[in-house]
């Protein structure tokens, strides 16, 4: 690569790999336009964060990224065949706007309805839309369906 910094405060190239935290528990590998951890370990996480409340942009974004996630409880409702119906459910920090995505938990129910949607309708709050395929009606589930939930807060 013939790229060559030209910064007048001064620069280093380096014509390999860097590594940072080899006298530690993990550290990170800088090699070519990839930034991997590296630790003894057969896994290891990668932590991106902003210094004190500054968060982490990606891309030609000038927005930083924030990913929430969650586990929360909804009843899905009494539901006629061929129909759809909507329930609500509790999400921390979760406003209009902002992405969500929720896990079917088709395995985990009894009536095979299936969630065709969701959305923060309100502050702190996810709607569901759920949908019942079958020709004949469903008993709502019992109170405490549970559901995991991630949103993309770009605030």
Known sequence: MNFRSTNPEGYVHFGGDVMSGAQSTRGVLLSSNTVSPVSDNSNE???????GTGGVIVGASTTPLNFVSGLSTTTIPNMPGASQ???????????????????????????????????????????LVWINVHASSIAAESTGTAIRWTYLDRT
């Not at 996480?45 to 210094?51: H, P, Q, V, W, Y």
Request: hydrophobic share 40%; aromatic share 2%.
């Open 45 to 51: 996480d990668l932590i991106l964060r902003g210094k």
């Open 85 to 127: 119906a909507v329930s609500t459910m509790a999400a921390p920090g979760v406003s209009t706007g902002d992405m969500v995505l929720c896990a079917d938990p088709r395995n985990s129910l009894s009536t095979h309805v299936t969630l065709s949607r969701a959305y923060p309708s309100a502050a702190d709050e996810i709607t």
